[in-house]
């Protein structure tokens, strides 16, 4: 199972991005999938999680500004990023749990600066 990540880039402050990921293959039984970030000197943390049903959640810090969803049709997850600030900059990953195994995309790196 591959996972492509695309979407990031240079952004100002309050600007958006929407990132993308393509699965390798059907998406329609995947429970979990997520958008995870890891900064430059800290760990890797949740971002946003979708579940088959389109259950959402959200780290406190992106509520309100970023929108996780899902297109079955098309094996794609997306981030959609609004009102970014410069602590959203982070190398972002798209991640897949499939039959308890986590599959992680490559990452693409979000910059939010002025």
């Known amino acids: 199972v591959q996972l492509q990540a695309s979407g990031g880039g240079l952004v100002q402050p309050g600007g958006s991005l929407k990132l993308s990921c393509v699965v390798s293959?059907?998406?329609?039984?995947?429970?979990?999938m997520g958008w995870y970030r890891q900064a430059p000197g800290e760990q890797r943390e949740l971002v946003a999680l979708i579940t088959r049903g389109e259950i959402t959640d959200y780290a406190d810090s992106v509520k309100g500004r970023f929108t996780i969803s899902r297109d079955n049709a098309k094996n794609t997850v997306y981030l959609q990023m609004n009102s970014l600030k410069p602590e959203d900059t982070a190398v972002y990953y798209c991640?897949?749990?499939?039959?308890?195994?986590?599959?992680w995309g490559q990452g693409t790196l979000v910059t939010v600066s002025s």
């Open positions: 293959r059907s998406i329609f039984r995947v429970n979990n």
């Open positions: 991640n897949a749990d499939i039959q308890s195994i986590n599959y």
